[in-house]
């Protein structure tokens, strides 16, 4: 779409031919010899108006390559009134002096002012062609670039908001539970009231996080708990919190639930062996400290947190980040507060 057709090499071998001939019937109608096609349509006349044809489409063409490298004027209409009259004149000229070698070395005389006028005035109106077939070309692009480049961002906003719904639902984490609460049903109905209960405490606060940008940290806090006593019926390690600080801050909501459920997905599966989560409180960030055991198929790394990092780059300037120090593998985001959420 954005390469003009006038470049195609096969238009331009073509193009002359068509345009010459009928600028050499244009030009015998005007004098009123259209009877010289019985005679000999194939004349000296036809090749020199295909010549001259090659040659203003060919200029033509190169000074559309110039003009888009041109980087002044900068005003459109200004550009486009200096490439019309410099590309006519030109025109004009160039036609003069060909028409001139013509006649004087092939005619043995110099053309008249009204030779030279019927041909400058039909050429330059092909110049012109030329022009207007560029600027069409120029905003039919801009037209459609623009209307691509609007579907493209619907696009990427259905699919932000689809991923979005997704990671509310969870529906991994959903069929696991339900299906743990299906299988206790049958053997321990008390077992299974409890899951219910832990089970749709943490989706009643995943559902309507939709609808708050930052909640306390404390309020994050109480719904982990419930998440990790989910966690205690289904087939992962079991997790135990170690060090918890308490602090008055802020966090996007869900962002302790989902760091803490990638790093148990993301560690081998024991029944002897248990996960001890330690959440700290460092100036600017919230930490969470864990012995890795990860899985074979994949270690839990900073790119696993893409999702969660683009929410926390519109509060603040610091990064979502997973890094190793010593015998532990420490995830940390940064504190919030009220002030930040509001682009003061």
Same mark, same amino acid.
């Given at each position: 779409?954005?390469?003009?057709?006038?470049?195609?090499?096969?238009?331009? $071998?073509?193009?002359?031919?068509?345009? !010459?001939?009928?600028?050499?019937?244009?030009? *015998? %109608? &005007?004098? @009123?010899? +259209?009877?010289?096609?019985?005679?000999?349509?194939?004349?000296?006349?036809?090749?020199?108006?295909?010549?001259?044809?090659?040659?203003?489409?060919?200029?033509?063409?190169?000074?559309?390559?110039?003009?888009?490298?041109?980087?002044?004027?900068?005003?459109?209409?200004?550009?486009?009134?200096?490439?019309?009259?410099?590309?006519?004149?030109?025109?004009?000229?160039?036609?003069?002096?060909?028409?001139? $070698?013509?006649?004087?070395?092939?005619? !043995?005389?110099?053309?008249?002012?009204?030779? *030279? %006028? &019927?041909? @400058?005035? +039909?050429?330059?109106?092909?110049?012109?062609?030329?022009?207007?077939?560029?600027?069409?070309?120029?905003?039919?692009?801009?037209?459609?670039?623009?209307?691509?480049?609007?579907?493209?961002?619907?696009?990427?906003?259905?699919?932000?908001?689809?991923?979005?719904?997704?990671?509310?639902?969870?529906?991994?984490?959903?069929?696991?539970?339900?299906?743990?609460?299906?299988?206790?049903?049958?053997?321990?109905?008390?077992?299974?009231?409890?899951?219910?209960?832990?089970?749709?405490?943490?989706?009643?606060? &995943?559902?309507?996080?939709?609808?708050?940008?930052?909640?306390?940290?404390?309020?994050?806090?109480?719904?982990?708990?419930?998440?990790?006593?989910?966690?205690?019926?289904?087939?992962?390690?079991?997790?135990?919190?170690?060090?918890?600080?308490?602090?008055?801050?802020?966090?996007?909501?869900?962002?302790?639930?989902?760091?803490?459920?990638?790093?148990?997905?993301?560690?081998?599966?024991?029944?002897?062996?248990?996960?001890?989560?330690?959440?700290?409180?460092?100036?600017?960030?919230?930490?969470?400290?864990?012995?890795?055991?990860?899985?074979?198929?994949?270690?839990?790394?900073?790119?696993?947190?893409?999702?969660?990092?683009?929410?926390?780059?519109?509060?603040?300037?610091?990064?979502?980040?997973?890094?190793?120090?010593?015998?532990?593998?420490?995830?940390?985001?940064?504190?919030?507060?009220?002030?930040?959420?509001?682009?003061?």
């Amino acid at each position: 779409m954005k390469k003009l057709f006038v470049h195609h090499p096969f238009f331009r $071998l073509l193009s002359p031919l068509f345009s !010459g001939a009928l600028v050499y019937l244009l030009i *015998l %109608l &005007i004098n @009123n010899n +259209i009877g010289q096609l019985q005679e000999a349509f194939l004349g000296q006349e036809l090749y020199m108006c295909i010549g001259l044809a090659y040659l203003i489409q060919e200029y033509s063409r190169i000074s559309l390559l110039l003009f888009e490298r041109l980087q002044r004027p900068t005003s459109f209409l200004w550009r486009l009134a200096l490439q019309l009259v410099s590309s006519i004149l030109i025109c004009m000229g160039l036609i003069s002096a060909a028409m001139y $070698l013509y006649f004087t070395n092939m005619l !043995g005389y110099t053309p008249n002012g009204r030779e *030279l %006028l &019927i041909f @400058n005035s +039909i050429f330059s109106l092909i110049t012109m062609i030329y022009l207007v077939l560029y600027v069409s070309h120029q905003f039919l692009y801009k037209i459609n670039t623009d209307r691509i480049s609007r579907e493209m961002t619907a696009k990427q906003e259905i699919e932000a908001d689809f991923q979005q719904y997704r990671r509310g639902i969870n529906p991994e984490l959903l069929f696991e539970s339900l299906e743990a609460l299906l299988v206790l049903m049958k053997r321990k109905p008390e077992a299974a009231e409890r899951l219910s209960d832990h089970f749709s405490s943490v989706y009643r606060y &995943i559902l309507a996080k939709k609808k708050r940008e930052l909640v306390p940290f404390s309020e994050e806090l109480d719904t982990l708990a419930e998440l990790i006593q989910l966690f205690i019926h289904l087939p992962y390690r079991k997790i135990v919190l170690g060090k918890v600080a308490e602090c008055d801050t802020y966090v996007v909501p869900g962002s302790l639930l989902t760091i803490v459920e990638r790093v148990v997905r993301s560690t081998i599966v024991s029944e002897e062996s248990q996960l001890t989560l330690d959440i700290l409180d460092t100036p600017g960030t919230i930490q969470v400290q864990y012995r890795p055991e990860e899985v074979l198929r994949g270690a839990f790394q900073t790119e696993d947190l893409n999702d969660l990092a683009g929410n926390y780059r519109f509060y603040s300037d610091r990064a979502v980040r997973v890094v190793k120090k010593d015998s532990y593998k420490i995830v940390e985001i940064p504190k919030l507060s009220l002030d930040e959420s509001s682009h003061s």
